[in-house]
């Protein structure tokens, strides 16, 4: 299994400023997912991030809003631009577990980072 | 559009019961099928996968159906405890690579002791 931290796990921030979270693997990964979960909603697709390459982001997310970094195989960051309180909501990272054959499908995430926006 | 459906209200079960979560969705063709519990303030966890040409799969007290005629996943939770209350999520996955789930939004379950 995947250990993954993230940083930090809950904050409080002022409308127009911007929020950088941090993701942490325990192991090298290719591929690691930034979801948005908003209150009462399910789990959104935000970016994809592998490293070496621009993120891909999903229909409804831009890289100006959520720029992300991927600068080694076990860290990413996703930056929250410009918040608002419609951007107020749990942020959590994850990766695709990988066993000795290969692609397994599964998903390990992080403890998710909750964010409001005042 | 695609369109997942979770059952909609709060699922409440007495403890020992078997507590059975439904997965509907429409206007897709997944070829997995994931499960995932959520705890309060915590990411969710991956419980099991099904793939479209297993009718079912079983793990411990878990089982998981897939329907893909009628487009639907059952879940089960055999003599369930109040520890086996979550919310769960179920996950569609059109390639089996985890990088284009697509989640429902979860049934909040509660084992009443």
């Known amino acids: 299994s995947a250990v993954i931290s993230q940083k930090p796990s809950r904050d409080i921030c002022q409308r127009g400023t911007s929020l950088t979270i941090q993701c942490q693997v325990d192991?090298?990964?290719?591929?690691m997912f930034w979801y948005r979960q908003q209150p009462g909603q399910s789990l959104t697709l935000i970016a994809t991030a592998n490293q070496g390459s621009e993120a891909t982001y999903e229909s409804g997310f831009v890289i100006d809003k959520f720029p992300i970094s991927r600068p080694n195989l076990t860290f990413s960051t996703l930056t929250v631009s410009n918040m608002s309180p419609e951007d107020s909501s749990i942020y959590l990272c994850s990766v695709e577990w990988l066993d000795r054959v290969g692609v397994t499908g599964e998903l390990f995430f992080g403890e998710g980072s909750r964010l409001t926006v005042l | 559009s695609q369109k997942i459906e979770q059952n909609s209200e709060a699922l409440n079960i007495q403890e020992g019961k078997t507590a059975t979560l439904t997965c509907n969705y429409t206007?897709?063709?997944?070829?997995?099928l994931q499960w995932y519990r959520q705890d309060p303030g915590r990411g969710p966890v991956f419980l099991l996968l099904?793939?479209?040409?297993?009718k079912e799969k079983r793990k411990e007290r878990l089982k998981v159906t897939f329907d893909t005629t009628l487009k639907q996943s059952l879940f089960h939770i055999t003599a369930s405890q109040p520890a086996d209350s979550a919310t769960y999520l179920c996950?569609?996955?059109?390639?089996?690579?985890?990088?284009?789930?697509?989640f429902g939004s979860g049934t909040q379950l509660t084992v009443l002791p």
């Open positions: 996950a569609l996955d059109p390639s089996g690579s985890a990088r284009q789930l697509t």
């Open positions: 206007n897709y063709s997944p070829a997995y």
């Open positions: 099904i793939r479209e040409n297993e």
């Open positions: 192991s090298q990964v290719t591929m």
